[in-house]
């Protein structure tokens, strides 16, 4: 154990001092920083308003006062309009195998090198301020610092997007956020104009399925995979372009939590996935990805059996594989959360010469849109002078003034052609960014979709039949859920029209939950292909046989035995877990005498945020124990949520007893430690038929 408690008083080293109100005030002492005004003038009391009389009216005057509240009135920027809940880390990225073959980005052909990178996971729906858990997308959005310009990969945890074209992106996201007449509901899905727009927008059928998949769900932001989602295309030296797909894949696989468990941390721990991302990074567990690359020419992606330029449309596994060329580690969290996690911009339309866009119609309206959204957002073109936006490599253009401009050109000549100054920067054929000479048909103008966007039911019906029986149920059991919060008959009809292409079962299993009968089928744009079944898509299965990343919650209380605690708690370390001490109190001594902290009390320290748990208590305080609704909860919802549970004589005696907790082979003496470590790695979902009712 290393809660052993230090009392000492990290403030002892400043002058203390009495105030005239009584409270205690901390002084610079000689050497330490003064406090100073943004004029730089030092501050000589920052508790007490400039005042006529101690009990008299606060004098205009005091500038020092109203430099403070204005600065403080105007904290606050816009919200992201979408994704506006996210939590960032800085890293690195590193080439494992050179790409020369396919493109001339430094970052994508120099092995070995290391490419300083900012990573930003998000929520899609939910405001700054809304949980970490809900059912939805995640944001996964990584900005290269590379030596050609930066670089951002602005993606999401699924490989698809719900919407085919840009133009329909406002109505997408005016009907998944807060309904506007009253205002809620607050970062959910489950309302009526959500369904109502995607039962009448077949295309947004595949990412619908995901959303409703264990991934709309995920334990932990580094158990998340990464997509880039549209086709780009790596551009060569001979100006060759090869299209590819990007990939990021957690070195600890993907995980899920379950809704009832997602449900109860929003409540215990609103910040669950940013306080996760925090600890692991500052306990220097790093999280890890690979970058993979899904390659194809523009030929072999005439014969697939979908449009590449869909971003509907995965491209399965199977059919193009990943090949794994990197990989992103994040070692550092931000000094400062808005200066950083806040202000970065990123925008799909940032990329180095050697990668180009395709034409992907939602890709062509995103070029626009991000751009644009910074200007509100952050107030001024200049955005990209805020140090987590600056590129590392050099930079020099002749764009000048603007809000918050920060550079002082020294120079009469800001524009080009110019012949007053040969120093100035000039552009360069060679090393610029140059398009890619796609050869484009004589096409028609109009609004136009092309008939090979038409089939929005195969894939999705792909996904459901690759996953494992217990994955569709949870499916089938979202769709119920999300469907049973939908007030209006007719939407759900419909959605129940659509169920019936991507799989009967499925659509079966989700009137069934909600007592309805299964209407006629949806008018399907294009006939349903059995586009056969892809592994890469499931979840369950794929997690690494391993505890790294996981956590395990020991309780403890007045008493208990430190050598088994301490066997415990080095078992699980030892694995690459990590370990908190829940104890009834913030401070507990063990049988030892040793006094240690725990890490959460009983009753802020619900089991839902553990990956499995471990009870060593003794009789009186286990009696005790049994009384009290947040231990017993403690152990009813991790047998619920089909986690390891090692227990003592006195925990099974006056606890376990009394639940209906059932000791299946997962449930384990304290004396089966090893079975317990084994239990431990992944979630028990051979149990879960007998604690839930599913679909
Ligand atoms: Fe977007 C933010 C991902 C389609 C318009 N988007 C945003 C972020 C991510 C994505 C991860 C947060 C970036 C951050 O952390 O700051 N968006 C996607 C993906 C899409 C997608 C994977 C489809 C493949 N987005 C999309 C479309 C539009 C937008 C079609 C508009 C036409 N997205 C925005 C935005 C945001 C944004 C309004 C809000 C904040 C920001 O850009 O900087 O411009």
């Given at each position: 154990?290393?809660?052993?408690?230090?009392?000492?008083?990290?403030?002892?080293?400043?002058n203390?001092?009495?105030?005239?109100?009584?409270?205690?005030?901390q002084?610079?002492?000689?050497?330490?920083?003064?406090?100073?005004?943004?004029?730089?003038?030092?501050i000589?009391?920052?508790?007490?308003?400039l005042?006529?009389?101690?009990?008299?009216?606060?004098?205009?005057?005091?500038?020092?006062?109203?430099?403070?509240?204005?600065?403080?009135?105007?904290?606050?920027?816009?919200?992201?309009?979408?994704?506006?809940?996210?939590?960032?880390?800085?890293g690195?990225?590193?080439?494992?195998?050179?790409?020369?073959?396919?493109?001339?980005?430094?970052?994508?052909?120099?092995?070995?090198?290391?490419?300083?990178?900012?990573?930003?996971?998000?929520?899609?729906?939910?405001?700054?301020?809304?949980?970490?858990?809900?059912?939805?997308?995640?944001?996964?959005?990584?900005?290269?610092?590379?030596?050609?310009?930066?670089?951002?990969?602005?993606?999401?945890?699924?490989?698809?997007?719900?919407?085919?074209?840009?133009?329909?992106?406002?109505?997408?996201?005016?009907?998944?956020?807060?309904?506007?007449?009253?205002?809620?509901?607050?970062?959910?899905?489950?309302?009526?104009?959500?369904?109502?727009?995607?039962?009448?927008?077949?295309?947004?059928?595949?990412?619908?399925?995901?959303l409703?998949?264990?991934?709309?769900?995920?334990?932990?932001?580094?158990?998340?995979?990464?997509?880039?989602?549209?086709?780009?295309?790596?551009?060569?030296?001979?100006?060759?372009?090869?299209?590819?797909?990007?990939?990021?894949?957690?070195?600890?696989?993907?995980?899920?939590?379950?809704?009832?468990?997602?449900?109860?941390?929003?409540?215990?721990?609103?910040?669950?996935?940013?306080?996760?991302?925090?600890?692991?990074?500052?306990?220097?567990?790093?999280?890890?990805?690979?970058?993979?690359?899904?390659?194809?020419?523009e030929?072999?992606?005439n014969?697939?059996?979908?449009?590449?330029?869909?971003?509907?449309?995965?491209?399965p596994?199977?059919?193009?594989?990943?090949?794994?060329?990197?990989?992103?580690?994040?070692?550092?969290?931000?000094d400062?959360?808005?200066?950083?996690?806040?202000?970065?911009?990123?925008?799909?339309?940032?990329?180095?010469?050697?990668?180009?866009?395709?034409?992907?119609?939602?890709?062509?309206?995103?070029?626009f849109?991000?751009?644009?959204?910074?200007?509100s957002?952050l107030?001024?073109?200049?955005?990209?002078?805020?140090?987590?936006?600056?590129?590392?490599?050099?930079?020099?253009n002749?764009?000048?003034?603007?809000?918050m401009?920060?550079?002082?050109p020294?120079?009469?000549v800001?524009?080009?052609?110019q012949s007053?100054?040969?120093?100035?920067?000039?552009?360069?054929?060679?090393?610029?960014?140059?398009?890619?000479?796609?050869?484009?048909?004589?096409?028609?103008?109009g609004?136009?979709?092309?008939?090979?966007?038409?089939?929005?039911?195969?894939?999705?019906?792909?996904?459901?039949?690759?996953?494992?029986?217990?994955?569709?149920?949870?499916?089938?059991?979202?769709?119920?859920?999300?469907?049973?919060?939908?007030?209006?008959?007719?939407?759900?009809t419909?959605?129940?029209?659509?169920?019936?292409?991507?799989?009967?079962?499925?659509?079966?299993?989700?009137?069934?939950?909600?007592?309805?009968?299964?209407?006629?089928?949806?008018?399907?744009a294009?006939?349903?292909?059995?586009?056969?079944?892809?592994?890469?898509?499931?979840?369950i299965?794929?997690?690494?046989d391993?505890?790294?990343?996981?956590?395990?919650?020991?309780?403890?209380?007045?008493?208990?035995?430190?050598?088994?605690?301490?066997?415990?708690?080095?078992?699980?370390?030892?694995?690459?877990?990590?370990?908190?001490?829940v104890?009834?109190?913030?401070e507990?001594?063990?049988?030892?005498?040793?006094?240690?902290?725990?890490?959460?009390?009983?009753?802020?320290?619900?089991?839902?945020?553990?990956?499995?748990?471990?009870?060593?208590?003794?009789?009186?305080?286990?009696?005790?124990?049994a009384?009290d609704?947040?231990?017993?909860?403690?152990?009813?919802?991790?047998?619920?949520?089909?986690?390891?549970?090692?227990?003592?004589?006195?925990?099974?005696?006056?606890i376990?007893?009394k639940?209906?907790?059932?000791?299946?082979?997962f449930?384990?003496?304290?004396?089966?430690?090893d079975?317990f470590?084994?239990?431990?790695?992944?979630?028990?979902?051979?149990?879960?038929?007998?604690?839930?009712?599913?679909?």
């Amino acid at each position: 154990m290393n809660n052993n408690i230090d009392h000492t008083d990290p403030a002892k080293d400043m002058n203390t001092e009495r105030g005239n109100g009584g409270e205690t005030h901390q002084r610079a002492g000689d050497d330490t920083k003064v406090l100073t005004t943004q004029q730089g003038v030092a501050i000589a009391d920052n508790q007490n308003s400039l005042k006529a009389g101690s009990r008299g009216p606060t004098l205009l005057e005091d500038f020092v006062l109203r430099e403070k509240i204005n600065h403080f009135d105007h904290e606050r920027i816009p919200e992201r309009i979408v994704h506006a809940r996210g939590s960032a880390a800085h890293g690195y990225f590193e080439l494992t195998e050179s790409l020369e073959e396919y493109t001339t980005a430094k970052v994508l052909t120099e092995t070995g090198k290391q490419t300083p990178l900012f990573t930003r996971f998000s929520t899609v729906a939910g405001n700054k301020g809304s949980k970490d858990t809900p059912r939805d997308v995640r944001g996964f959005a990584v900005k290269m610092y590379t030596e050609e310009g930066n670089w951002d990969i602005v993606g999401n945890n699924m490989p698809i997007f719900f919407i085919q074209d840009a133009m329909k992106f406002p109505d997408l996201i005016h009907a998944v956020k807060p309904e506007p007449d009253r205002g809620f509901p607050q970062a959910a899905s489950a309302h009526d104009t959500f369904w109502d727009f995607v039962s009448l927008s077949p295309e947004t059928m595949h990412n619908l399925i995901w959303l409703m998949s264990d991934r709309g769900l995920p334990r932990s932001l580094r158990m998340m995979e990464g997509f880039g989602i549209h086709s780009y295309r790596l551009i060569n030296k001979d100006g060759k372009s090869t299209f590819v797909r990007f990939h990021w894949k957690p070195v600890l696989g993907v995980q899920s939590t379950t809704w009832d468990e997602a449900v109860k941390i929003s409540g215990a721990d609103p910040d669950y996935h940013r306080r996760d991302l925090f600890e692991s990074i500052n306990n220097g567990d790093y999280p890890e990805w690979e970058f993979g690359v899904q390659l194809f020419t523009e030929e072999e992606a005439n014969a697939f059996p979908f449009d590449h330029l869909d971003a509907t449309k995965l491209i399965p596994e199977e059919l193009v594989p990943v090949k794994v060329v990197g990989k992103m580690v994040l070692n550092r969290y931000p000094d400062n959360f808005f200066a950083e996690t806040e202000q970065v911009a990123f925008c799909p339309s940032h990329l180095p010469p050697g990668v180009d866009f395709s034409n992907d119609p939602l890709l062509q309206g995103r070029l626009f849109s991000y751009l644009d959204t910074q200007l509100s957002r952050l107030g001024s073109p200049n955005f990209a002078q805020i140090p987590i936006n600056a590129p590392k490599c050099p930079f020099a253009n002749n764009q000048q003034d603007g809000h918050m401009q920060m550079q002082v050109p020294k120079t009469r000549v800001l524009y080009e052609p110019q012949s007053l100054d040969l120093t100035r920067p000039r552009e360069s054929a060679k090393r610029g960014f140059n398009s890619f000479h796609e050869q484009l048909d004589d096409g028609v103008k109009g609004r136009v979709r092309d008939e090979s966007f038409a089939d929005h039911y195969s894939q999705p019906r792909m996904f459901y039949r690759s996953q494992t029986a217990t994955e569709q149920a949870h499916i089938a059991t979202a769709y119920a859920f999300e469907l049973g919060k939908v007030d209006t008959a007719h939407v759900r009809t419909r959605m129940l029209s659509h169920l019936i292409h991507i799989d009967e079962d499925l659509a079966n299993r989700v009137a069934t939950a909600l007592g309805m009968e299964l209407p006629e089928p949806a008018d399907a744009a294009a006939p349903v292909q059995d586009l056969g079944t892809s592994k890469a898509v499931q979840t369950i299965g794929l997690t690494p046989d391993s505890l790294k990343g996981r956590m395990i919650g020991i309780l403890v209380a007045e008493g208990s035995n430190s050598s088994e605690v301490k066997k415990f708690e080095d078992a699980a370390k030892a694995q690459g877990a990590s370990v908190k001490i829940v104890a009834p109190n913030k401070e507990v001594v063990l049988d030892d005498g040793t006094r240690i902290q725990a890490d959460e009390r009983l009753a802020g320290g619900p089991s839902v945020m553990f990956d499995a748990i471990v009870s060593i208590i003794m009789p009186d305080q286990a009696k005790k124990l049994a009384k009290d609704s947040s231990a017993l909860d403690w152990f009813n919802d991790a047998f619920n949520h089909c986690k390891a549970i090692a227990y003592c004589g006195a925990t099974d005696e006056f606890i376990l007893s009394k639940l209906p907790v059932e000791k299946d082979e997962f449930v384990t003496p304290l004396a089966e430690l090893d079975a317990f470590i084994s239990n431990a790695k992944s979630r028990l979902w051979e149990r879960e038929p007998k604690v839930r009712d599913l679909a």
